[in-house]
């Protein structure tokens, strides 16, 4: 089970950290994945990151702003978003793969997901 927290309202240029909280104790075996679905847009691919943490992967859009990390030992995953700007407003969706694509297509479990807003 994952659950998202984090999003909320902000003015173009600031700054939020999502985090999602993962049960279980299998947490280091999955690809953890951040998506996001604007209102009238298709879910798209956000940024991944490997099952130590070493590698991370990111859609163009966000490179540069947005971070993601992990802490196995908190089971928890992160993104940093930084410079925000309003085409970032989306459900923001965490994902866990079991598989080994760094670039997940497909996930075995996702968060509820948690709104951010973008203003100008």
């Known amino acids: 089970q994952l659950q998202a927290s984090g999003g909320g309202l902000v003015q173009a240029g600031g700054s939020l950290r999502l985090s999602c909280a993962a049960s279980g104790r299998t947490f280091s075996s999955y690809v953890m994945g951040w998506l996001r679905q604007a209102p009238g847009r298709e879910r798209e691919f956000v940024a991944s990151?490997?099952?130590?943490?070493?590698?991370?992967y990111y859609a163009n859009s966000v490179k540069g702003r947005f971070t993601i990390s992990r802490d196995n030992a908190k089971n928890t995953v992160y993104l940093q978003m930084n410079g925000l700007k309003p085409e970032d407003t989306a459900v923001y969706y965490c994902?866990?793969?079991?598989?080994?694509?760094?670039?997940?297509?497909?996930?075995?479990?996702w968060g509820q997901g948690t709104l951010v807003t973008v203003s100008s």
């Open positions: 990151i490997s099952r130590s943490g070493g590698s991370t």
């Open positions: 994902a866990a793969d079991s598989g080994s694509n760094p670039i997940p297509q497909m996930y075995d479990y």
